[in-house]
């Protein structure tokens, strides 16, 4: 691609091919300029926007990710990846209605799509909603039988219900289907936590961040861990890391205040309880960790 740009700077759709190999590269920081050529040149092209909006959406830059996918959307009210990727970033900006929302026309325009059924079965049990997920991915689980982390998302809907036998037998089976399923790793070590199994569970928040640096829920397990064995000073650090990778979460500031009160750092400590109360006010279903 970059040598048919060379030859026709014009060329909105090598700009645009390029980018997509980044981001199927994983490399989000390039797509994103290429993705911006490519407007530039084709100003209506809603594949553009939903491109660079993914590209925000991996970089964590929700604000910009919702404008670009929320333009894609207005340019092709037909893309049902637009409205699951911005569902995505309403997830994560605490906004569960939006975000539902989108998932539900993603699944009104494309009814086997995975990934929608997928990030509406995982914010379903943040939401404390375990039927409805259980719906979720047991209609994922047979759209796609070897799916990794449909099993690890149905076990945490078993946990999310007490059911702690099979919350664990359905991440075992997902790390048979894949060893190398970090969303998996992570979900097994929130069993083990809610098991006490602390060192098991740090094992699997290891796993899982060694293979995904991204992993909030990891960050989440291996500071409540490291908390719960004293360590407070790696508490913090993996909690303050989890809070960047997710600034909605409310899970992760309970436990900072925690840690910051056990570090008799009270004015910290009020401050993360005075963001969970500004987190909890637009609805009160934020559900913490289990």
């Known amino acids: 691609m970059t040598r048919a740009i060379e030859e026709d700077p014009t060329n909105a759709d090598a700009y645009f091919q390029r980018a997509r190999a980044a981001l199927w590269a994983d490399d989000p920081d390039p797509a994103i300029p290429d993705a911006t050529e490519a407007i530039r040149l084709r100003p209506d092209w809603p594949d ?25 959307i207005r340019l092709d009210p037909r893309s049902f990846k637009d409205y699951g990727n911005r569902g995505l970033a309403y997830s994560m900006t605490n906004e569960p209605a939006k975000a539902l929302a989108d998932y539900d026309q993603a699944l009104r325009l494309e ?43 149905r ?30 790793h992570a979900s097994r070590a929130q069993v083990h936590v809610s098991q006490g199994r ?21 960050f989440q397990v291996r500071g409540f861990v490291a908390a719960k064995k004293g360590d407070l000073t790696r508490a913090l650090e993996d909690i303050n890391e989890s809070i960047r990778l997710a600034p909605a979460e409310v899970f992760s ?27 909890q006010a637009p609805e009160d279903d934020n559900k913490e960790l289990k």
């Open 155 to 184: 076990g945490m809907a078993y946990l999310g219900k007490k059911n702690g036998e099979q919350a664990l037998n359905d991440c075992n089976r997902a790390l048979e289907l894949d060893l190398n399923e970090p969303i998996a």
């Open 48 to 72: 553009a926007y939903g491109l660079r909006g993914w590209a925000h959406l991996k970089n964590a830059a929700f604000p910009q990710a919702i404008a670009d996918l929320s333009e894609a």
């Open 111 to 153: 009814p086997t799509s995975f990934e929608a059924l997928a990030n509406r079965g995982s914010l379903l049990i943040e939401l404390g909603e375990y039927d409805k997920a259980l719906t979720d991915v047991n209609r994922l689980i047979r759209l796609k039988p070897n799916l990794a982390i449909a099993y690890a998302a």
């Open 198 to 218: 602390l060192d098991d569970a740090l094992k699997d928040a290891n796993a899982a961040i060694k293979l995904d640096p991204s992993s909030t829920k990891a």
């Open 253 to 279: 500031y309970k436990v900072r205040a925690a840690i910051y009160e056990a570090l008799r750092d009270y004015e910290r400590a009020s401050r993360d309880y005075q963001t969970i109360l500004r987190l």
